[in-house]
């Protein structure tokens, strides 16, 4: 596909226009269908477990479950069963209510005594669990008891964990962030390097969720060295009733300086997380775990009995590889325990995980010695254990290869308090330089920056390009163990770690409850071979970006999730080092094509895919600090970089599915974030560089576009809705008025924008019908959204306008013409706005859109049936490693083919040629 004109990216106009005669009496029974009833009976409903395994060793599991309209009250209680008929304990809650107030979407949490099978969810009075999980406050210190093990949770200071028992041993304590701060980047390799450690302070301590199963403690505060306090960090510490280990969820926000030609600024050497393990038992009694590859690990003890030239006994040696506790000394040979005190203790050990394809591994005996190596291999699973037969401390850091450079690391583990430390960015590696990445080219005016668009695709300009305000997440999990546990305990540990254990409900309780877009997806369907062949590119889309991820390496503590935008088929590459055309950062919607896909199939390859992708666009690619809190970044070189910060990439739109079914706080988090975020309209312009008439941004007149613009707005005002958020009142009045607003333009929705009101929520009418179409309007969730506003909201005339636009995208010039007096210009993106045709022939029963929803699906711009649907091997020294290369794939394309292909199928499968 051609490149997209730069112009008509910033121009970010809207989407469609006023008023055929449509009326809910005219609704055909395919419309009904795709709406679904208003009320509908409620069956128990089946939920499985996304991975063979089920919990395994992990603490707990929590699930979002849809329900159709009107099927649940708020209150309503809802029991939880197993194959054989055995209640479950779960606690639930609402995530979300429809507008009569019934239950749109519960969360459901499961403890360690939920199996490995499948479970029944029901109304009914729910399972009190045998261990319930408590929490108590008392003074500085929050307390959390599990049944197995009690946390202590600090509300001040910088020990964000104080202490985890297990029974009256004391697992681990002090558990605390560690930050390694590098004033200084010497490029010429001269000079020294000076580090400063910076730990963690609290600044709030919240309990969010208090039992019986499921209990979340949140801890806000900055890193602090002296007087100076920075890098913002969220904390969340998960526990579920009977569980032997807790989770944590930890964000950080960048809000550092990093000048661009300039060697000093904030850097980031390291970044941990740390506990102090005391020792108690002997050191040929205290044994080391680190995992290698998959569950493979090293498995040793800090006075290592084995080997020696001197046989302490076969038993012996066993029990110590076994993690056992060993028999008394006296009774061993002699000829060993007469000279245990020539045997080295090996107290420090360090894994460093430098980039996607190796680690290593190495120990010494304590500080002012000498290291060795110890082995090393591709890919870490990122886990650790410390600690003997009187209780030990496992630790694992998810994602641990995938978001590299990453560490584990003892020390002094011969001393009576070992540290161990879980890096999120190793200070093995080179500081975290986040600079941006040319000196500007002599773009000082929008003139040249506007040539610059026209070479490399990059909307550069000076000092837009700060890394400040972005943030990322990571997940951690803990166990406190009884004694060292066995190899194959250890190794669902690994497991838990590797990839945490979800309950999901079935793509037919989504797609029955209307949710997400009521009638815009369906299971897949095979039954006619056009259909067996659009699902077979959809597959081959999904497995080439799977397998293009492993092939170019994108992974990384800032990268891992996103996907490269376009390829460079004369490098063999993706065009990850030229302007516009690297990293995608949600450009088009790729997001909402993957839970799509997930939502119909149930695919875990799928939902894992899209739930890197969630955790990265949501964080990484959006401010969350500074004038630009609420804005994203167009795709770039940096994830960061170009200079359109605009509401199209931060749409809570890419957030809602990966939150709804999985509950996940920290989303929820960003969702809320956005709720205030067209008060961002007044800190910038997006149309800045392209306006020819006179605009000042003013507080009761904003210019706001009705498509990219609007769609990201009303998303998160819908979401703080259906939440019953804090602001919840207001962001429904905000639904409402700017839906009606729109619809009362002369030309609706074609108009293009709107001056809007911050006190009002309302935008002015305009006076005369100006036609504004852009063919990005509606590829940023717009049919998503208006999909779902449309079931939920009785406003006849925002349908009208919005069934217009479907009508009239991709109409001939002079049908638009006849319409609207002038035709929408030059355009794009047809096969991706045939989903609009048939959205709008299923919700009007008009048989000649769905007819032209398919013409515009295979005969347009795009994917075809005639493109090649197949990759082609490369190597060296074509490329930098073996693989595949599809060079006619492109992620615009790619989104848009996706989407359209999964809606039309769901919508007008029945009418397909």
Known sequence: MSPIPRRSLLKAAAVAGAAAQFSWALGSKNAQAATGADTAEATPVTLSWLEDGGLGAAPGSTVGVPWPKGAYDKGQEFALTDADGKQVPVQTWPLAQWPDGSLKWTAHAVGPGAGDGKLTLAAGNAAAPQKKVSVSTSGGVVTVDTGVVVTKLGKSGSSLVKSVTRGSTEIAKDGRLVLLRQAEIEDDEQGTVKTERFESVIEETTVEQDGPVRAVVKIDGKHRKGNRSWLPFSIRFYFYAGADSFRMVHTITYDGTQDPGKASGDFIRGLGVRFTVPMRDASYDRHVRIGGEDTGMIREAVKGITGLRRDPGASVQAAQFAGEKLADPSTWDQRVTTRLQYIPEWGDYTLSQLSADGFTLRKRTKAGHGWIAAGGGKRASGFGYLGGPSGGFSFGLRDFWEKHPTGLDIRGAHTDEAEVTLWLWSPEAQPMDLRFYHDGLGQDTYPEQAEGIQITYEDYEPEFGTPYGIARTSELMFWANGSTPKPETLAQQVEAVRVAPQLTAPPKQLIKAGVFGPGLYSEPDRSTPAKAKIEDHLDFLFTYYKDQVEMRRWYGFWDYGDVMHSYDPARHQWRYDVGGYAWDNSELSPDIWLWMAYLRSGRSDIFRFAEAMTRHTGEVDVYHLGKWA????????????????????????????????????????????????????????????????????????????????WSGLVSAWLTEWERRGPKWEKAKARVLSTMETIAAQPNGFVQGSGLYDLDTGKFAIATEPVVGVSHLSAVFGLNELCAELIDIVDMPKFEEAYYDYCRYFNATKAEQAARYGSNFGTLLLFQGHSRLDAYAAVRTGDDKLAARAWAKFYKSDGYTESSPWKTEKVSGPVTLVAGTEANWVYTNDTALYGLAAIENLALVGDKMP
């Not at 804005?631 to 770039?636: I, K, W």
């Not at 509401?647 to 990966?658: D, G, K």
């Not at 392209?690 to 003013?698: G, M």
Request: hydrophobic fraction near 30%.
């Open 630 to 709: 609420g804005l994203g970044t167009r795709h770039g070189v940096q994830h960061y970089a170009d200079s359109a910060k605009q509401q199209r990439i931060a749409n809570t739109t890419y957030r809602r599915y990966y939150y709804f079914l999985t509950g996940d706080e920290r989303v929820g988090d960003l969702m809320h974030a956005n709720v205030d975020s067209d008060e961002t309209f007044l800190v910038l312009d997006p149309l800045r560089k392209i306006r020819t008439e006179p605009y000042t941004p003013d507080r009761n007149a904003l210019s706001i576009g009705f498509g990219t613009d």
